[in-house]
């Protein structure tokens, strides 16, 4: 079961905390709450999805990022499935002329492959920020195959050498729909956690669709409702 091999869902958000991404929602404050600003979502939903995948085995753990990244940017990745995934969140990497410091949410590697990834939730991208990010890992030398945009759909973000690739959290919720039907059990119970945890927020509470059977083997397309920017 999930909680044998997960603990508490709760303790996905610890990579959160433990790199003080979220230590103010721990905090004792004079009014018992938090501002908007001090409220972390974007690095919470970072650590609660992707966190947890270092437990699933390891090739589950490639299954995920392909449910939750997209297949055409995993056929990007250029990642060897027989390799341990390795996952960083938040990263420093310097080196960059006109930056110090920056920090990917998500460094994605599998051999000599790295992919950077940028999580947005209420957030848009900063200028030039993925193109940053790129450079500075680059620079650390890593050879970075690709980079995703999670989350932001009207980002114009294109790579001139190294693709980048764009993913709403719709097409999450989506696909994550689908791996409740993956032949692994603890991949299939992580599915089912992350889409309701998506369902249930204001961002990611999306219609996927229904499969509509109008008789014995008919079967029309799943309708889906669309709106740009999720």
Known sequence: MIYALFGR????????????????????????SVSAKRRP??????????????????????????LLLGEEAERAFQFDPRQPLRIRLWERFTGLKNRLLVEPDLVLSSGPATVVVEVKWHAVLSPCQVEQQI?????????????VI????????????????HRTWREVSAAL???????????????????AALQATALGHTFAGLPVSVGPGVVFEPYRFQRDGI
Request: no cysteine.
């Open 9 to 32: 869902r709760e303790d996905a958000m610890l990579d959160a905390l433990a790199h003080r991404k979220a230590h103010r929602l721990m905090d004792k404050v004079a009014d018992d």
């Open 41 to 66: 979502q974007e690095d919470l939903m970072t650590s609660s999805v992707f966190g947890i995948i270092r437990l699933l085995p390891q090739a589950d753990q490639y299954r995920a990022l392909g």
């Open 135 to 147: 450079q500075a890992v680059t620079f650390a030398g890593e050879t970075v195959t690709a980079a």
């Open 150 to 165: 999670l989350g932001q759909a009207d980002s114009t973000t294109q790579g001139d050498e190294i693709p980048v690739f």
């Open 177 to 195: 729909r689908g791996g409740r039907d993956e032949p692994s059990e603890p991949l299939r119970q992580w599915a089912g956690m992350v889409g």
